[in-house]
């Protein structure tokens, strides 16, 4: 049961040698891992060329235009080689190996399910955003949707063939678990540690200014997605 990794890389070139040393161990449980280079303007194409021949199991495919993060999420997807499938974050905020316990549980509990990470350890003020943006989505799309944006998500490949215009930005992850609920899928939790970003900044969490921004485009979406039903 071979599963896919795909990690969106935007200007994240001092991260990737430590991030590829903590991928090195996914390719000895039978997966790949896909770096993609979502547009970056660092030298990450420089810095993938050179290490990526050290790591087996994991390659890169390179998205010219920034175009979101979701884009690049879906530019990796459409690459991947996997039965199971799924996407992490390059930040090292949460651990890529983290992937293998979510897959842990479709080796018990069989393909048919969705798998999301449960975020713990995060600073007050995140979590308190987390919790408001939780129960605004859980009342407005009538389902329980708790800390959306927490990683890695896990599916089949045969739910990611059924997806019909999936949005191009940071929303990905709210599309994704709203299908997975819209169409019944078993849904399972399993706890990861959430760290401090080891290199940089975060592209959108970074002050409240932002927050709003990424506020009032989730809400433009999910009112959108809520009228699409399963479409």
């Not at 090292?92 to 293998?100: E, K, R």
């Not at 940071?170 to 709203?178: E, I, P, R």
Request: a neutral charge; proline letters at 5%.
């Amino acid at each position: 049961m071979k599963f896919s990794l795909i990690i969106p890389c935007y200007n994240e070139a001092k991260n990737i040698p430590a991030l590829l040393e903590r991928c090195r161990e996914v390719g000895n449980f039978d997966g790949e891992v896909i770096l993609v280079d979502n547009g970056s303007s660092d030298n990450t194409v420089e810095v993938l060329k050179e290490l990526l021949p050290k790591y087996p199991g994991c390659r890169s495919i390179r998205v010219e235009d920034n175009i979101g993060y979701g884009f690049g999420v879906l530019e990796g997807l459409k690459a991947a080689e996997g039965d199971i499938l799924g996407w992490t974050h390059a930040d090292l905020q949460t651990d890529p190996l983290d992937v293998i316990s979510g897959i842990k549980i479709f080796e018990v509990n069989g393909l048919d399910i969705f798998v999301k990470g449960r975020r713990y350890g995060r600073p007050a003020a995140d979590t308190f955003f987390t919790v408001g943006m939780s129960f605004f989505e859980t009342i407005l799309m009538k389902t329980w949707l708790w800390d959306i944006n927490a990683q890695p998500n896990l599916f089949t490949r045969r739910f990611y063939e059924s997806w019909i215009n999936p949005p191009h930005d940071f929303s990905l992850d709210l599309f994704v678990f709203y299908q997975a609920k819209l169409i019944g899928l078993p849904i399972f939790r399993f706890p990861v540690k959430f760290g401090e970003r080891l290199h940089g900044v975060s592209h959108w969490n970074v002050d409240w200014t932002a927050k709003k921004r990424f506020i009032r485009r989730t809400i433009a979406f999910s009112i959108e997605l809520k009228k699409r039903g399963l479409n």
